[in-house]
Structures are given as structure tokens and as C-alpha cells.
T-cell receptor, first 115, second 112 residues
Framework: DTAVSQTPKYLVTQMGNDKSIKCEQN?????MYWYKQDSKKFLKIMFS???????INETVPNRFSPKSPDKAHLNLHINSLELGDSAVYFC??????????????FGAGTRLSVL | DAKTTQPPSMDCAEGRAANLPCNHS???????VYWYRQIHSQGPQYIIH???NNETNEMASLIITEDRKSSTLILPHATLRDTAVYYC?????????????FGTGTRLQVFP
């Protein structure tokens, strides 16, 4: 039973298209995140939601819009895809509040290739 | 959050202890040291964290120096499955800093 699951695992698309990546967690956590890992393997936070409320937005372009229908789901929609969006996107979840609880669990990643 | 410095790569023989160092000389009193690892093509995985005392769990041990300016992650009996990039991260206790700031990490290669 996967704790943090992302779909799809691979996504190949053309420039200019719009695509979505879905994330679900069954850990009962109240906080979810999106991270981006680029071709140089740098892993960087993009967004964080707590109980469906946006709490971190790391100056990501407006083309990226996270949506959290409930605290177990955080989807990422990307408009007008660009070549530079090619990366691996990781979803994560945790409890919020107190360092001891804030251990983040990551999904397996979605490899996005924009052609 | 304080910056960390790690060697870019290390090797370790299978069955031996792997000792991964991390410098965090600007760490402040309310900041914890976390370790995560990323096995090739997988999502990062939490290993251990600590404030000032040494910590041990089923995966590893964390030794933090008395001045807290550096720490060492110890994998007591490395296996081939421990080959991964290991990230040392310093994080505040604040509610508002839930994000993890990943550096370049140490690529550990365990060889037979």
C-alpha cells in the first residue's frame, strides 16, 4: 500500500500543452508539498499546502497551479509547458507542527519531458 | 536555515561502516540536523534527525559534535542497497519553515 502515490510516473508532451500531475497520500498527514528536481539533480521546493491552504509558494511561474481538493490530495497543473519544465516532480506529505512530527514522505516522482 | 557542506562523493566497502560528514558551522540553537537519502530514480527518504544529542534508529546513527557545528551520519554495516545520495539538512523548529532545502549532498557508492 503506497503511502504517497503520484500519477503518471512518466509524462512526455509537446511545448505549449497543458498537463496535470496527481498526488495522493494515505498517511493521514495534513501538509503536502511539490518539489522539482532538475537535470542537474537539484531538488527544490515549489509549493506547500496545509489543510487545503497554500502556505509556501517559492516564486514559481504562474503557469504552475497547485490544487488541493482535500488534505489527502495535491495536484499540480502546468499550463503552456516549456522546455525548461522538463524535470522530475516529487510530491511529499507530512504532519505540520513541531520538528519531531515534520518528517516528509516522498512519492516516487513524475518524470516530465517537454519536447 | 543554516547552510551545510558535504563532500561530493564517498566510497565504502560492503559490510563496513559508512561515515558521512556534514559541516553546519552557522547552525543556530533552534535548528535541527536532518538526514535524507535519495536512491537512484526514487523519491528522497528520511533517515534520522537530531538537535544536540546523538541519535540512533534502525537505519543509522547520528553523531552531533558538542558545539553542533558538524555531524556524522553512520551506516553501521553498509550494503549495496545503501548506494545513494545523502543529504544533510538543517531546519528551524518554526511552524513556518516546513520546507526542506536540499544541497548537493554526498554520493555514497557501496562496493562489493
Amino acid at each position: 500500500d503506497t503511502a504517497v502515490s503520484q500519477t503518471p510516473k512518466y509524462l512526455v508532451t509537446q511545448m505549449g500543452n497543458d498537463k496535470s500531475i496527481k498526488c495522493e497520500q494515505n498517511l493521514g498527514h495534513d501538509t503536502m508539498y511539490w518539489y522539482k528536481q532538475d537535470s542537474k539533480k537539484f531538488l527544490k521546493i515549489m509549493f506547500s499546502y496545509n489543510n487545503k491552504e497554500l502556505i509556501i509558494n517559492e516564486t514559481v511561474p504562474n503557469r504552475f497551479s497547485p490544487k488541493s481538493p482535500d488534505k489527502a490530495h495535491l495536484n499540480l497543473h502546468i499550463n503552456s509547458l516549456e522546455l525548461g519544465d522538463s524535470a522530475v516532480y516529487f510530491c511529499a506529505s507530512s504532519h505540520r507542527g513541531g520538528v519531531a512530527k515534520n518528517i516528509q514522505y516522498f512519492g516516487a516522482g513524475t518524470r516530465l519531458s517537454v519536447l | 536555515d543554516a547552510k551545510t557542506t558535504q563532500p561530493p562523493s564517498m566510497d565504502c566497502a560492503e559490510g563496513r561502516a559508512a561515515n558521512l560528514p556534514c559541516n553546519h558551522s552557522t547552525i543556530s540553537g533552534n535548528e535541527y540536523v536532518y538526514w535524507y537519502r535519495q536512491i537512484h530514480s526514487q523519491g528522497p527518504q528520511y533517515i534520522i534527525h537530531g538537535l544536540k544529542n546523538n541519535e540512533t534508529n534502525e537505519m543509522a546513527s547520528l553523531i552531533i559534535t558538542e558545539d553542533r557545528k558538524s555531524s556524522t551520519l553512520i551506516l553501521p554495516h553498509a550494503t549495496l542497497r545503501d548506494t545513494a545520495v545523502y543529504y544533510c539538512i538543517v531546519r528551524s523548529r518554526s511552524y513556518n519553515t516546513d520546507k526542506l532545502i536540499f544541497g548537493t549532498g554526498t554520493r555514497l557508492q557501496v562496493f562489493p
